[in-house]
């Protein structure tokens, strides 16, 4: 019997309202002029990447994390080095506010459908998502939060997906069995293969659309035995399922 779903955030629930590397090349243009679009989301795929590794889960905080993303995105497609320093005390500032809001962000056409028909079919819906604070900003500025039981954000709990915990966590705020559970989202790894290590059921999303807007399919990635889902209404009808037809 599913109690509780528990959904990612990025690729899930939400995304970009515009591609991100559009948004940087929006925000960097007074400053740094127009950068190439291809070099500038190629840079900012490196640049992120890097960051997780070097520091994971923000750490030194999230505004110097995302201002070393910035400044090498910026970089990286080109700009000049002297005029990023020049700019960057501006450049971020403004990028961290508009990816706080619906400015930077927008939710899923079925994202808001299917928190009400959970809802209404009294299961109750949770969010873990790898992110840092602004994601709370985020939430409530698109009207999801009330629609969430709890919300575990990666930077204020100390831990990353997929770390078992955050999803044993998540469980206990909400009461429910890790067998009363189903968590939903687009990473192979930290969603899918994290959930059911952890011991929940889990549903990977695989949205059709273009690469980088609403598909995410990860290299050589072998879905053999994963049950995929290319919407979130498709939880719905599988959470019915699951538990009888109810």
């Not at 939060?145 to 966590?169: M, R």
């Not at 980088?212 to 990635?221: H, I, P, Q």
């Not at 994963?226 to 939880?235: A, K, Q, R, T, W």
Request: net charge negative; aromatic share 6%.
């Amino acid at each position: 019997m599913i109690r509780l779903v528990i959904f990612d955030a990025f690729g899930t629930i939400i995304a970009p309202r515009l591609p991100v590397y559009i948004q940087y090349s929006q925000t960097f243009a007074p400053y740094l002029g127009v950068l190439d679009s291809d070099a500038l989301k190629s840079a900012f795929r490196v640049a992120f990447k890097q960051l997780q590794t070097e520091k994971p889960n923000y750490e030194s905080g999230a505004e110097g994390w995302w201002g070393e993303v910035i400044k090498r995105t910026a970089i990286g497609a080109g700009a000049d080095p002297q005029a990023v320093d020049k700019s960057l005390h501006e450049i971020v500032p403004r990028l961290m506010k508009r990816f706080s809001s619906r400015e930077g962000y927008k939710a899923f056409h079925d994202s808001l459908p299917t928190l009400e028909r959970l809802q209404a079919m009294n299961i109750k819906s949770a969010l873990i998502s790898n992110a840092d604070s602004r994601m709370r900003l985020v939430l409530d500025d698109l009207s999801l939060t009330q629609h969430l039981s709890t919300v575990l954000i990666s930077e204020e709990e100390g831990v990353e997906k997929p770390a078992k915990e955050l999803f044993a966590k998540a469980c206990e705020r909400v009461g429910v069995g890790l067998d009363e559970v189903v968590h939903v989202g687009d990473e192979l790894d930290a969603d899918w293969r994290g959930a059911t290590r952890a011991g929940l059921q889990a549903l990977l999303v695989r949205r059709p659309g273009l690469e980088g807007e609403e598909e995410r399919k990860e290299d050589g990635e072998d879905l053999t035995g994963v049950d995929v889902v290319s919407s979130l209404l498709e939880v719905v009808d599988w959470v019915q399922r699951t538990n009888g037809g109810e």
